[in-house]
């Protein structure tokens, strides 16, 4: 017999993300003022994520990434987030939101503020998918069991 997943819940009464990042250090300490609840695997989605992500004064969402396969996207719903690309800078207030085709534009989002921001991020599960990190000495493969498998820019594993 198959588990009954819920048809709908409060997304602030779905637990936070118990580790707060899976980079490894010295990216992982980065994180800890991001916290994610991971909705969509509260109702078993397999294709695609969605996230609840806040982010405290002085948090980062994610290292400047972009991906190979994954298409990314976010809607603020509080605060005020920068959103950080290759090319510049963008302020993001409730309501607007961003979207990142797979292979296109490095970005991250930072709290620059002195409030929480609150957004939701959607990202398809697409096999095979990889990051890129500008800015960082990183780099991540997704591996066949959904986990990321991160090494430095010449190869060696963190």
């Not at 580790?19 to 909705?39: A, C, D, G, V, W």
């Not at 990434?65 to 809607?75: A, G, L, P, W």
């Not at 963008?90 to 609150?118: W, Y």
Request: aromatic share 10%; glycine share 10%; charged share 25%.
């Amino acid at each position: 017999m198959s588990e009954t997943k819920p048809f709908a819940v409060s997304a602030e009464d779905v637990a936070p993300r118990a580790k707060p990042s899976n980079y490894p250090e010295p990216f992982f300490t980065r994180m800890l003022k991001r916290e994610k609840r991971q909705l969509g695997d509260v109702f078993g989605l397999k294709n695609f994520g969605v996230n609840l992500t806040r982010l405290k004064p002085g948090g980062e969402s994610a290292l400047l990434h972009r991906h190979t396969r994954q298409d990314e996207f976010v809607y603020v719903l509080q605060g005020t987030a920068i959103l950080v690309t290759e090319s510049g800078e963008t302020e993001l207030r409730p309501g607007m939101c961003a979207g990142f085709p797979a292979g296109t534009f490095a970005h991250q989002l930072v709290n620059r503020g002195a409030a929480d921001v609150l957004y939701l991020e959607i990202g398809d599960r697409v096999a095979g998918d990889a990051a890129d990190y500008p800015a960082d000495d990183i780099q991540a493969v997704l591996g066949g069991d959904g986990k990321w498998l991160f090494a430095h820019k010449d190869g060696r594993p963190y």
